[in-house]
């Protein structure tokens, strides 16, 4: 399943076109008509470009009060919100990537995660008929036909199987793969002929975040790919002996496929409704914070964790445990990023701004290097508030806010995958803050840190290290005498000489070479004319027979010599 088709010609590109007219028609009613290039509206046959109202630059010069984030948001939350699921998906997207745009553009996108419309329990019953094979009413002896939950790619239902076990429904809306399909295709079209037009857009690197949207899109849309997330994340969970704290609800895979998901009802109290657990408190803090513990583990050992852990998605049970759903959305790091993401904590636990800026730039994306001194300054600035408090004492969110801030400011930016872990940590935190806890993320990860360097030099990843070092060494050791032997057999044929080629240079030393004829033209032009006055004299003139035909040779050659200098200076 490919979201985004690249193959050749335009139509695979733009599946579309009727799609493409509806979606350039939108964003040029609410205000991009400016940023919409002739490359996009050429494909739509008799298509006349319609103009909005009210320019962006128009708004903003007249109402000071609003900045770019609140126009550009604003306008583009109301095209998202015309187009449909695919649209809302992506703002819903945009409004998480706090790295990248500013404070009042994702508050304009956070709106867009509570405008989904329902799907029609009919429609969602064709669906539910269709992945099982049979009439639904032969596997469940019920199903609530209104939604508990609704999302841009799937809605949830409450239901009953025929033992009466209660169980929840995840169905995929009908025809959404196909309209994700022909939407992002045309979405990673419009992107890059946008960023083309537009600086400030390409600065933002949209086409870039659609790549990465479609790519998490392709494991969102299949269902049995969250039901092998749930089964990976609660072998992680046992192996860390949390089987007593967390509880991932089963899944019933023989009734569940690519379209639907059946899975066992959670019988609580979502952590988002914090004042149904103020009774509670007391016995939630110590297990969540015994939680989080477990959830730094994974992550830092195994590299694979829930990213999506926000108050929705936690329940306090009847029983006393704590119960996880969703399971769409899983974060991966290899081992090489866990080693450069325990690098970035230890520097920003030391307060080592040169380390923590080079870590960085290890992982991050960037057009062009930046000043490396600048920004290790800028990066200092923006921690000195936190420098002298203890680890208890510094806030791990708005530490790392501050620092991702600074580097978007030198058009830095994390991966996708980075970003979750971040963004995974960030939202922990501020499931803590809304049940009144005050979790120290910093102290959690410290003492896993130091172990896990710590474990970094046992003889057994030294001796699996020092294997796939002696055979990379092995491979370059047959390979280098041969490319040697050919190196010194083909310089010897050239006299030992080496040849420079200079390339991309080529339009500079074109310039030089021309601006060098014309001054040499200029002086001999100035030397034949100047000669040609020098051989009249002094005397007088009455008549240009006067004139020495000597002279005329000379100024019609000072004429023809600047001619062609002239034509030389165009060139140039």
Known sequence: MDLIKTGIGITKTIRNVSRLREIVVIFAKHGFDEFISGSVTQLIPDFVLPKSKRSIKEELEEDKTKDWGDVIGFRLRKCFEELGPAFVKFGQLLSSREDIFDESFIDQMKILRDQVKPVPFDEAVKTINESLGEPWKNVFLEIDPHPIGTASIGVVFKGKLLDGTKVVIKVRRPNIEKEMLTDFSIMKYVSSQIEKVSEEIRFLGISRIVHDFSISLQNELNFNIEALNSEKLKKNLDSHGASELFYIPKVYKELSSEKMLVMEQLIGTPFSEAEKLDDHTSLIQPKLQEGL??????????????????????????????????????????????????????????????????????????????????????????????????????????????????????????????????????????????????????????????????????????????????????????????????????????????EVVHKGHEKQFDQVTHAILFLSNSLLVSVFFAAGVYLVGSGDIEHFTDIPMITYVLWFLSFVLFVRGFAISRKA
């Not at 969703?326 to 866990?338: A, C, I, P, V, Y």
């Not at 420098?387 to 801030?405: E, P």
């Open 293 to 498: 513990n477990v959830f730094i583990k994974t992550f830092l050992n195994d590299g694979f964790f829930h990213a999506d852990l926000h108050g929705g998605n936690f329940f306090y049970l009847e029983n006393g445990m704590i119960g996880l759903i969703d399971f769409g959305l899983m974060g991966h790091l290899s081992k090489k990023g866990r080693e450069n993401f325990i690098a970035i904590i230890y520097s920003l636990l030391s307060f080592n701004y040169e380390n923590l800026v080079f870590e960085f730039l290890d992982v991050a994306e960037y057009e062009k290097v930046p000043d490396v001194d600048i920004l290790i300054s800028d990066v200092r600035d923006s921690l000195s508030p936190f420098v002298g408090l203890t680890v208890q004492q510094t806030n791990f969110t708005i530490v790392l806010r501050s620092v991702i801030t600074t580097l978007r400011k030198h058009e830095i930016f994390l991966p996708r995958e980075w970003f979750i872990v971040f963004r995974a940590l960030i939202t922990l935190d501020g499931v803590g803050k809304n049940l009144k806890m005050d979790i120290d993320l910093f102290s959690l990860m410290e003492n896993d840190i130091y172990e896990i360097v710590k474990n970094s030099f046992k003889k057994e990843d030294l001796a699996e290290e020092a294997i796939w070092l002696g055979r990379d060494l092995l491979s370059s050791s047959k390979v280098l005498p041969r490319h040697m032997k050919w190196f010194l057999k083909d310089w010897a044929k050239k006299g030992y000489a080496f």
